[in-house]
Nanobody, 130 residues
Framework: VQLQASGGGLVQPGSSLKLSCAAS????????VGWFRQVPGKEREGVSC????????YYADSVRGRFTISRDYAKNTIYLQMANLKPEDTAVYYC????????????????????????WGAGTQVTVSS
């Protein structure tokens, strides 16, 4: 199983960026998917999650209204569209997938539950700086 994240980079504040996460060896349609981010010295933060089958979608308060998670079932890929980026969005972003029975994304408070994750992408760096 492999989750290959891409799309990170260096952008100016106010810019947009779209992250992609292509899966192989696993069918994401059957999984809860989402994104975390982490900066050095801090705990991994849940950014967004999306239940399979058109279920719940949640965002961290810090990104709600600016970030959008989506899936392309045909491509077995998930995306994170990020708009109006801020310097505090600078982090390594990780895509993630969890079994649909894990409970991740069942409630807003479970967004941060990185312990529920079965598969992680390798991470892609996003740097927002002028």
């Amino acid at each position: 199983v492999q989750l290959q994240a891409s799309g990170g980079g260096l952008v100016q504040p106010g810019s947009s960026l779209k992250l992609s996460c292509a899966a192989s060896g696993v069918t994401l349609e059957n999984y809860i998917v989402g994104w975390f981010r982490q900066v050095p010295g801090k705990e991994r933060e849940g950014v967004s999650c999306s239940e399979n089958g058109g279920g719940n979608i949640y965002y961290a308060d810090s990104v709600r209204g600016r970030f959008t998670i989506s899936r392309d079932y045909a491509k077995n890929t998930i995306y994170l569209q990020m708009a109006n980026l801020k310097p505090e969005d600078t982090a390594v972003y990780y895509c993630a997938a969890a079994d649909h029975r894990s409970g991740w994304c069942r409630h807003r408070r479970t967004l941060k539950a990185y312990q529920a994750i079965d598969y992680w992408g390798a991470g892609t760096q996003v740097t927002v700086s002028s």
